[in-house]
């Protein structure tokens, strides 16, 4: 049943997507605007997943005018870019509602890490600091463990939070990350990074710490799905945008 609770935490974001789209002008310039930070995302296929394709859903209950609908598994996920570090180091990550934090893999994790794409160079970024206090996460499926740092921040359109707490991995679980991305990005409420460390701390996500910082507008977020055109129609991926800072 864990195993559903990003689907699910997704799903529950897409009803900020639809006011996002008739309300906020600004959704598609990748770009920040009055307090608004507008980031794309595209959607990808899972291939790890050995959760059923295709079921059935009654609708109406047991009664004599219920009707059984078919359900496809799609599976997707949500991949964005971010850079982390001075100068800024790239990373693609998966976007997560359901947990509350960041984290990249560290430079040489190799097969403890499932090889990702990018790492981070801790050593190289000249805003780089520890924090002295373990990471550790368990997902519905796969797991994450570390350590916490801080450093700067940088978004599309080189938009950049200073001083950003976010955890360093040196061992998770790679099929969770496989398909592109090379770790996580947890924007859930802050209060759910308590699990995520020994001593239970509440660490800001990145949606808080740019709020803090004066960046966004609001402490929220919210998602605009693209309409499909008529080739994207066929692999049933939907790409987007991500406002962070508000969704009124
Ligand atoms: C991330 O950046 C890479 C290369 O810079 C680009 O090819 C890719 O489309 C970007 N992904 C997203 C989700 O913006
Ligand atoms: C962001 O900064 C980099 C490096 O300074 C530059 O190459 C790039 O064009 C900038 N992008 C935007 C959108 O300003």
Redesign the pocket.
């Known amino acids: 049943m864990s195993t559903w609770s990003h689907s699910l935490l997704l799903i529950a974001t897409v009803a900020w997507g639809v006011q996002a789209a008739v309300i906020n002008p600004v959704i598609e310039e990748n770009t920040i605007h009055d307090g608004l930070l507008s980031v794309?995302?595209?959607g990808v296929d899972r291939k790890a997943s050995n959760l059923p394709k295709w079921g059935f859903q009654k609708v109406n209950g047991e009664s004599s005018s219920s009707v059984k609908v078919p359900l496809e598994n799609i599976d997707l996920a949500y991949?964005?870019?971010l850079s982390i570090g001075t100068p800024p180091q790239?990373f693609?990550l998966l976007l997560d509602t359901g947990s509350s934090t960041t984290w990249v893999p560290v430079e040489s994790c190799g097969i403890l890490c499932g090889s990702p794409p990018h790492t981070l160079s801790t050593k190289t970024s000249s805003t780089f600091e520890l924090m002295n206090m373990q990471f550790n996460i368990r997902y519905g499926e796969g797991f994450s463990q570390g350590y916490y740092a801080k450093d700067t921040f940088t978004f599309e359109g080189n938009i950049s939070v200073a001083n950003t707490a976010f955890a360093v991995s040196n061992f998770n679980d790679g099929e969770l990350t496989a398909n592109g991305a090379d770790g996580i990005i947890g924007i859930g409420p802050d209060a759910l990074s308590k699990y995520n460390n020994p001593d239970n701390v509440v660490v800001p996500t990145i949606v808080s710490s740019m709020q803090q910082a004066g960046v966004i507008r609001d402490n929220m977020f919210s998602v605009y799905f693209k309409a499909l055109d008529d080739a994207e129609r066929g692999n049933g991926r939907v790409n987007g945008n991500i406002i962070f800072g508000g969704g009124k």
Do not use: A
Request: proline share 12%.
């Open positions: 794309p995302f595209v991949l964005m870019n790239q693609t």
